[in-house]
């Protein structure tokens, strides 16, 4: 092939051929076929053209003379004129030579090749996938079209489809090739989006607006054109899908029915992870939120109720018009964040799941901190709480908004002791976090005063009638006079979280033994009793530390020009919703806390069936045992539904023990039901 560029601007493509033979002139027959093209085109798809027109004229001459010959050289220009217009017009024609020649030319666009198929790459269907004729491709190929949704990532279609990994990446990049598919990354909540101005489309094309609505809408749910236009312009450089959904979150202002089926997943993971936590098995639900990336998703949701209680709460109980027919899902509300911060302090006892909370961890920090500072007010004005945090089988007689605030506190106390446990396992590891989890803790919160307060005021425990009682397992006991020494775990914890934080060789460069700090941790010298230590012999090393403080002036901190790291989830959703608060209540109290009686109805069942023995004994990795011998339990007390036998035998032995308790239990779930039902 030859190129030339002309003088006016033009380029021309020539294919020269020489054919040599006696019978010519010179003993050779010389001629050039050529095209005329514009300079920027692009010739490559006109080159087999050329070529193979080429070809065809060089054969036509050694059969028949075709061009040699005047008379047949006479219908070169029709042709020639007819492959000039066929080819611009419609990029192939048909050139009949006489009545056995016929040649036919088309442009075939020369495509690159396709980029390298990821597994994490999803594939897209550029075009009508129903317009899509199968029976052309290759047996893999066909096997997995049914799976490219748009959706399914490369490695999941290899799995749904059972066809091998690699397979699935070369007919992808076959499908690639000839612009059947397109790639986009995948879906992820931590991915940034951009709308384009191609957005405005969605205003201006009514057919598009249909496409849209029908495609995201759900069976009897219809979204807005003006909510999903918005959702669209709220993508925008440095928003993730996380942020963006937060910005929209319909919790703060709308919590159905999917919100309450949330809360009762979180209830059941919350149950099996204490569950395999306790018997010491395989702790899957805590790898599946480590794996998964959730635990930043649950420290969220627990801010949000957190903040709502704190904001919208307090308007709804001062409401004149509010009247609901049942506090019931209120309380689930409010119940919500205790469930949580138990489930987080199952989970976050492992290392793994403190790194896995990533950022998040920052803000459970600072959770921790407001809890803990607020069980010390309270302790240090005595509004700890008298009365045991109610059962959920005693949830049925809490009617009015009154009661509803009563447990909420109850509620409060106990999410405070829970989030000592969770700070105390941050601290456990505290030297695979970030600098700004140890600087926050012991610079910006001081917790290590914090926890000295703690140790002094003891919130939970306390003197009643001359008693001693401690607050174990959501009730006050009293403690028998040879216990009362005895260290309990919440002890331990505030014991065990001070000796991380004073001790660990990163802490103690980091903290500042200022004269006021000093002066609060040397109080912790009159509790280091040798009772204490003989329970937690590690005290010893605490116990020394201290005595060489008395006499020692610690280097202070160095001051070191960092960037610290900031906590964003509390600021983020108090910034977003500042000035709404009247307003998300009122909207909770005509949209959310008004169920119908069907509703309600439904709320009830589903709680009865988070409770149901059926249900947590399924969870139980242990088979049940008989009541009487302690054998592998097969039948249950048809009364209670509480107590299993191995036989009938067993049963009629244990029932003078059981009896009472039978009772009890059977008229507490006859209540009960009697309750929902009559409030339904």
Same mark, same amino acid.
């Given at each position: 092939?030859?190129?030339?560029?002309?003088?006016?601007?033009?380029?021309?493509?020539?294919?020269?051929?020489?054919?040599?033979?006696?019978?010519?002139?010179?003993?050779?027959? !010389?001629?050039?076929?050529? /095209?005329?093209?514009?300079?920027?085109?692009?010739?490559?798809? =006109?080159?087999?053209?050329?070529?193979?027109?080429?070809?065809?004229?060089?054969?036509?001459?050694?059969?028949?003379?075709?061009?040699?010959?005047?008379?047949?050289?006479?219908?070169?220009?029709?042709?020639?004129?007819?492959?000039?217009? *066929?080819?611009?017009?419609?990029?192939?024609?048909?050139?009949?030579?006489?009545?056995?020649?016929?040649?036919?030319?088309?442009?075939? *666009?020369?495509?690159?090749?396709?980029?390298?198929?990821?597994?994490?790459?999803?594939?897209?269907?550029?075009?009508?996938?129903?317009?899509?004729?199968?029976?052309?491709?290759?047996?893999?190929?066909?096997?997995?079209?049914?799976?490219?949704?748009?959706?399914? %990532?490369?490695?999941?279609?290899?799995?749904?489809?059972?066809?091998?990994?690699?397979?699935?990446?070369?007919?992808?990049?076959?499908?690639?090739?000839?612009?059947?598919?397109?790639?986009?990354?995948?879906?992820?909540?931590?991915?940034?989006?951009?709308?384009?101005?191609?957005?405005?489309?969605?205003?201006?094309?009514?057919?598009?607006?249909?496409?849209?609505?029908?495609?995201?809408?759900?069976?009897?749910?219809?979204?807005?054109?003006?909510?999903?236009?918005?959702?669209?312009?709220?993508?925008?450089?440095?928003?993730?899908?996380?942020? /963006?959904?937060?910005?929209?979150?319909?919790? !703060?202002?709308?919590?159905?029915?999917?919100?309450?089926?949330? %809360?009762?997943?979180?209830?059941?993971?919350?149950?099996?992870?204490?569950?395999?936590?306790?018997?010491?098995?395989?702790?899957?639900?805590?790898?599946?939120?480590?794996?998964?990336?959730?635990?930043?998703?649950?420290?969220?949701?627990?801010?949000?109720?957190?903040?709502?209680?704190?904001?919208?709460?307090?308007?709804?109980?001062?409401?004149?018009?509010?009247?609901?027919?049942?506090?019931?899902?209120?309380?689930?509300?409010?119940?919500?964040?205790?469930?949580?911060?138990?489930? =987080?302090?199952?989970?976050?006892?492992?290392?793994?799941?403190?790194?896995?909370?990533?950022?998040?961890?920052?803000?459970?920090?600072?959770?921790?901190?407001?809890?803990?500072?607020?069980?010390?007010?309270?302790?240090?004005?005595?509004?700890?709480?008298?009365?045991?945090?109610?059962? %959920? !089988?005693?949830?049925?007689?809490?009617?009015?908004?009154?009661?509803?605030?009563?447990?909420?506190?109850?509620?409060?106390?106990?999410?405070?002791?829970?989030?000592?446990?969770? =700070?105390?396992?941050?601290?456990?590891?505290?030297?695979?976090?970030?600098?700004?989890?140890?600087?926050?803790?012991?610079?910006?919160?001081?917790?290590?005063?914090?926890?000295?307060?703690?140790?002094?005021?003891?919130?939970?425990?306390?003197?009643?009638?001359?008693?001693?009682?401690?607050?174990?397992?959501?009730?006050?006991?009293?403690?028998?006079?040879?216990?009362?020494?005895?260290?309990?775990?919440?002890?331990?914890?505030?014991?065990?979280? /001070?000796?991380?934080?004073?001790?660990?060789?990163?802490?103690?460069?980091?903290?500042?033994?200022?004269?006021?700090?000093?002066?609060?941790?040397?109080?912790?010298?009159?509790?280091?009793?040798?009772?204490?230590?003989?329970? !937690?012999?590690?005290?010893?090393?605490?116990?020394?530390?201290?005595?060489?403080?008395?006499?020692?002036?610690?280097?202070?901190?160095?001051?070191?020009?960092?960037?610290?790291?900031?906590?964003?989830?509390?600021?983020?959703?108090?910034?977003?919703?500042?000035?709404?608060?009247?307003?998300?209540?009122?909207?909770?109290?005509?949209?959310?806390?008004?169920?119908?009686?069907?509703?309600?109805?439904?709320?009830?069942?589903?709680?009865?069936?988070?409770?149901?023995?059926?249900?947590?004994?399924?969870?139980?990795?242990?088979?049940?045992?008989?009541?009487?011998?302690?054998?592998?339990?097969?039948?249950?007390?048809?009364?209670?539904?509480?107590?299993?036998?191995?036989?009938? *035998?067993?049963?009629?032995?244990?029932?003078?023990?059981?009896?009472?308790?039978?009772?009890?239990?059977?008229?507490?779930?006859?209540?009960?039901?009697?309750? /929902?039902?009559?409030?339904?």
């Amino acid at each position: 092939m030859h190129y030339l560029r002309t003088a006016m601007d033009k380029k021309l493509i020539g294919c020269p051929v020489c054919i040599e033979h006696k019978k010519y002139s010179r003993n050779a027959l !010389l001629f050039n076929l050529g /095209l005329v093209c514009d300079a920027t085109t692009k010739t490559c798809a =006109l080159e087999p053209i050329v070529k193979k027109l080429s070809g065809y004229l060089t054969t036509l001459e050694l059969e028949s003379g075709f061009i040699s010959n005047e008379e047949s050289k006479q219908k070169l220009l029709p042709i020639m004129s007819t492959l000039l217009e *066929e080819l611009n017009a419609t990029g192939a024609c048909t050139l009949p030579i006489d009545e056995s020649n016929t040649i036919h030319l088309k442009l075939i *666009e020369q495509r690159k090749d396709p980029m390298i198929v990821q597994e994490y790459d999803v594939p897209v269907f550029t075009q009508n996938k129903d317009h899509f004729i199968k029976s052309q491709w290759d047996l893999t190929t066909q096997q997995i079209l049914p799976y490219i949704d748009g959706y399914r %990532h490369i490695q999941k279609i290899s799995a749904e489809a059972d066809v091998e990994l690699n397979l699935v990446r070369i007919a992808i990049q076959n499908l690639l090739y000839y612009g059947v598919v397109t790639l986009v990354s995948i879906f992820q909540y931590s991915n940034v989006y951009c709308t384009t101005p191609k957005v405005q489309s969605l205003i201006d094309d009514k057919s598009i607006q249909e496409e849209c609505l029908h495609y995201i809408n759900k069976p009897g749910q219809r979204a807005s054109l003006r909510d999903v236009f918005q959702l669209y312009c709220g993508l925008t450089p440095g928003t993730t899908v996380r942020d /963006l959904c937060s910005r929209y979150s319909q919790q !703060l202002q709308r919590v159905d029915e999917r919100w309450f089926r949330q %809360h009762e997943y979180i209830e059941k993971l919350n149950m099996q992870a204490i569950l395999n936590a306790s018997a010491n098995q395989e702790e899957f639900v805590k790898d599946l939120f480590v794996s998964h990336g959730k635990i930043p998703t649950v420290v969220h949701g627990m801010i949000l109720i957190e903040i709502w209680k704190q904001k919208v709460f307090p308007i709804l109980c001062q409401l004149q018009d509010f009247s609901p027919k049942s506090t019931f899902p209120l309380y689930m509300v409010i119940h919500h964040e205790a469930t949580i911060i138990n489930l =987080l302090e199952t989970i976050m006892y492992h290392k793994e799941s403190c790194e896995a909370a990533e950022d998040a961890v920052l803000d459970l920090v600072d959770y921790c901190h407001r809890k803990l500072t607020l069980l010390v007010g309270q302790c240090a004005r005595g509004e700890n709480p008298t009365q045991d945090r109610l059962s %959920h !089988l005693e949830l049925s007689d809490m009617n009015s908004i009154q009661d509803l605030c009563n447990q909420s506190s109850m509620l409060e106390f106990e999410i405070s002791l829970k989030a000592l446990s969770v =700070l105390r396992y941050i601290t456990d590891h505290v030297e695979s976090l970030s600098l700004s989890v140890l600087s926050r803790m012991l610079n910006t919160h001081n917790l290590p005063c914090v926890l000295v307060q703690l140790v002094g005021q003891c919130p939970w425990s306390r003197k009643n009638r001359g008693k001693l009682e401690k607050y174990e397992e959501g009730k006050w006991r009293e403690i028998p006079a040879e216990d009362r020494l005895k260290m309990t775990k919440l002890d331990g914890q505030v014991w065990i979280s /001070l000796l991380n934080l004073l001790l660990k060789p990163d802490c103690q460069r980091k903290y500042d033994f200022n004269n006021f700090n000093k002066n609060q941790l040397l109080k912790l010298r009159g509790f280091l009793t040798e009772v204490v230590i003989d329970q !937690l012999p590690n005290l010893a090393d605490l116990q020394r530390f201290l005595s060489q403080l008395t006499i020692t002036e610690p280097a202070p901190p160095k001051k070191e020009l960092i960037l610290e790291q900031l906590p964003e989830i509390w600021n983020g959703i108090i910034a977003e919703n500042s000035g709404k608060w009247k307003a998300i209540a009122k909207h909770q109290v005509q949209k959310v806390f008004n169920p119908s009686e069907s509703e309600l109805r439904k709320q009830a069942n589903r709680l009865a069936e988070t409770y149901n023995l059926d249900v947590m004994e399924s969870l139980i990795p242990d088979k049940p045992k008989c009541g009487t011998c302690g054998a592998e339990g097969v039948k249950r007390c048809s009364r209670c539904q509480g107590e299993w036998y191995c036989n009938r *035998e067993c049963q009629v032995k244990h029932w003078p023990k059981h009896k009472l308790a039978c009772q009890l239990m059977a008229e507490a779930s006859e209540k009960l039901q009697k309750e /929902l039902n009559s409030k339904t």
